[in-house]
């Protein structure tokens, strides 16, 4: 039942990510729709994406967590960076349809000092831009740090995010460890505590994915700066309780420490080790 995986590369294409998943002992995985740092995306085959369906099908992968550029940000200052942000989300989301009823994961971006309340209506406005009922994928504001101007940081946030996008039905959140941990949430002594937090505030029904991390940094430390499992702040025995917890068990729980693949490979066999089915 416990569905794991990492960070993938796409560079060799979408049905060569399946096939390294497999090697790795993995049943979801994430991959960047595009290069992290930069803009243009390559043509996706749909040959390759259907090979990819189809191995996912025949090996019972759980949902992907797609993610988006880290330089898409909805909330720019800048009106230029605003639209490439609306261009990179549409287009992916387009491609997405090739592999469809996924999860597509995005920042949901920085404010740069026009303050928490016209980002989150600017990361709205591009969600109201962007989706289409038709759409299969579901889309994930994560839980963010607290870096710099990040909005994302409190489940208020998000929340406010939410109740501003009229199709909210094709929105979830996906929840970041390391990210909660340096934002403030003690995950480590009060994992149920945050759990009915975010139930309140945003609602447990939401919560469709979790990115896996351990801190290189304390909690509340709005750092960002992710360990290896058992190697940082939060520990492995806390990350073990995340990924038994009743509400989170069932979720796809994806990596996204600093390793290779043989590292992946290694905590992906111990945290299923220590998962009770
Ligand atoms: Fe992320
Ligand atoms: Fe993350
Ligand atoms: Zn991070």
Known sequence: MLKIGCHLSCSKGFAVM???????????????????RGGAAKA?????AAELVRLLGEHGFGRLVAHAP???????????????????????LARMELVPDNYY???PGSHVKQGAEVGIALIAEQLNAVLKPEQSTTVLLETMAGKGSEVGRTFEELRQ?????????????????CHVWDGGYDVVSDLDGVL??????????????VHLNDSMNP?????????????????????????????LRALPMILETPNELGGYAREIAFLRENYSE
């Open 44 to 48: 996706v085959d749909p040959d390759d």
């Open 219 to 247: 909690c509340g430390s709005h750092k960002d700066r992710h360990a290896r499992i058992g190697e940082g702040h939060i520990g492995a025995e806390a990350l073990i309780r995340v990924i038994n917890h009743p509400s």
């Open 105 to 107: 994961n995005f920042h």
């Open 161 to 177: 995010i939410i109740d501003r996008v009229e199709l909210s039905d094709k929105l979830g959140v996906c929840l970041d460890t």
């Open 18 to 36: 399946g096939r390294q998943a497999l090697e790795i002992g993995a049943d979801t995985f994430a991959f960047f729709t595009r290069n992290p």
């Open 70 to 92: 880290y330089t898409m940000n909805p909330c720019a200052a800048d009106e230029n960076i605003r639209r490439f942000a609306r261009e990179t989300m549409a287009d992916d």
């Open 196 to 209: 009915g937090e975010f139930d309140r505030i945003i609602g447990l029904d939401r919560l469709k994915a």
